[in-house]
């Protein structure tokens, strides 16, 4: 009897250490799991593409064109033909920076275009320009052009009709009294929009074809790496200029790129250039 409970006891001894081994994987892997979600952002999981005015109507990633058309343009309205790019053999990079102005580094990358005599595009915040107006005005006056990214980055695919656009107009508002001129394109945060939003803010949405991942990698030389890499004939790339890697990135970077005969464009000259201005 007494070698049957020692058994038993051996056993259960087992069965508490193996229960505990259990424990501590599910931990390690729901811990893996939070830590690689935490890495991602949704822009990693949009599709990644250039769209402007209209475009959305032939995204085939979203909706199709007939499903858009039926529920933006009922009664047979038709909606207005997408332009479509043109084929140029012209290598450009238009240079995007998100989430700004910020202090040190948006100042640091603004250096750094000026030194290779190099115009990008910001798309700000309008809380950020809230924050830093006169960063603003610099870019601004630098000749840089500058696009609306919402007020304070929500998603406005999740927003009211109402707060869409009060996020878009409050930050035109706040980019035209510090510089005198109204955006003319929106990025939403995320690249997330819906035909009402391009419709409605009657501006030209602009996403990317190259995500420089440097909000991901946050190092300066292997977000150079990943760009070149990934780069395409015609890039919109897209960094955040909130970042300092993003500046060092953008610093070494511009060099290589302009060796490989890279031309650097503004968002409109990039349009222009594309044939979809
Ligand atoms: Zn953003």
Known sequence: MRKIRKVYKLQYKRLIVLLGLVVMMLVGVIAGGVFIANQMTPEEKKPVAVYTKHTALRNEERQTAAQITDQYFPNGKKPPEPKVPIKTDRKIIALTFDDGPGNNSTQRI?????KHNVKATFFVLGSKVEQNPDMLKQIHDEGHEIGNHSYNHPDLTKLTHEEMMSQIT?????????????????????????????????MTVILWNVDSNDWRLRDGPKTKDFVLQHLQPQSVILFHDIYESSADTVEHLI???KEQGYEFVTMSEYLEIMGLD
């Open 110 to 114: 603004l250096d750094s275009l000026e």
């Open 170 to 202: 409050n930050t035109n508002q706040l980019i035209k009294d510090n510089t005198g001129e109204t955006p003319k394109y929106l990025r939403p945060p995320y690249g997330a929009f819906t035909p009402d939003i391009e419709l409605s803010s009657g």
């Open 255 to 257: 060099p290589a790129l």
